[in-house]
């Protein structure tokens, strides 16, 4: 079965700190993809990021990084400096290497505040 | 612009009714999906469909029909049996690749659909 945890429920930073959202994942497949969506209040998801399970370099886009660690089951979200239009709900999804099937996890609300 | 529309944004319905959810994209894409969203909560696949004419349910398609007759279009009804239809519905596509090659999924903006 796929699990994807995201345990931070809602986080709350002040304009400019720096803030890391966890995303750990269960799989028994040895391929497999991870993704990053961003669910502003508008409501529809913006995608982020894919990651596929053979590339564990991590990744840098901007203000966003991504730390991606096979070893602990892992794939991390930075966002540095961050700003208040990064306010949203922020989502980790896992999906197997057939189908099109996508597990997403709980989503963590962040509020960055002026 | 190419992308995914959602219609309505909001939508009511009394308790037995039948309901239809509008999604309509022109991405070219060949996978559709549609997913629930209950606050707090991720979202949950319905039902997807791969190909024209094909559809499969996902993890809680009980109360819930679609069809796909055209490639751009995946209504999807909300029936009197669904116990508690009142959530946020999202619509979504990708390319579908071969086996072994996953893309990401596009998004609608949603249709918050509430019983009243």
């Known amino acids: 079965a796929q699990k994807v945890t995201q345990a931070q429920t809602e986080i709350s930073v002040v304009e400019k700190e720096d803030v890391t959202l966890d995303c750990v994942y269960e799989t028994r497949d040895t391929t497999y993809y991870l993704f990053w969506y961003k669910q502003p209040p508008s409501g529809e998801l913006v995608f982020l990021i894919r990651r596929n399970s053979f590339d564990e370099q991590n990744e840098i886009s901007g203000r966003y990084s991504w730390n991606f660690q096979k070893s602990t089951s892992s794939f991390n979200f930075t966002i540095t400096a961050s700003q208040v239009v990064d306010s949203a709900v922020y989502f980790c999804a896992l999906s197997p290497p057939y189908g099109q099937n996508f597990v997403f996890g709980p989503g963590t609300r962040l509020s960055v505040l002026p | 612009d190419g992308g995914i529309t959602q219609s309505p944004k909001y939508l009511f319905r009394k308790e037995g009714q039948n309901v239809t959810l509008s999604c309509e994209q022109n991405l070219n894409h060949d996978a559709m999906y549609w997913y629930r969203q209950d606050p707090g909560q991720g979202l949950r696949l319905i039902y997807y469909?791969?190909?024209?004419?094909?559809?499969q349910k996902g993890d809680i398609a009980e109360g819930y029909s679609v069809s796909r007759e055209k490639k751009e279009s995946f209504p999807l009804t909300v029936t009197s049996a669904q116990k508690n239809p009142t959530a946020f519905y999202l619509c979504?596509?990708?390319?579908?690749?071969?086996?072994?090659?996953?893309?990401?999924?596009?998004f609608g903006q949603g249709t918050r659909l509430t019983v009243v």
């Open positions: 979504a596509s990708s390319i579908d690749r071969p086996r072994g090659q996953v893309t990401e999924a596009f």
């Open positions: 469909s791969q190909i024209v004419n094909d559809f």
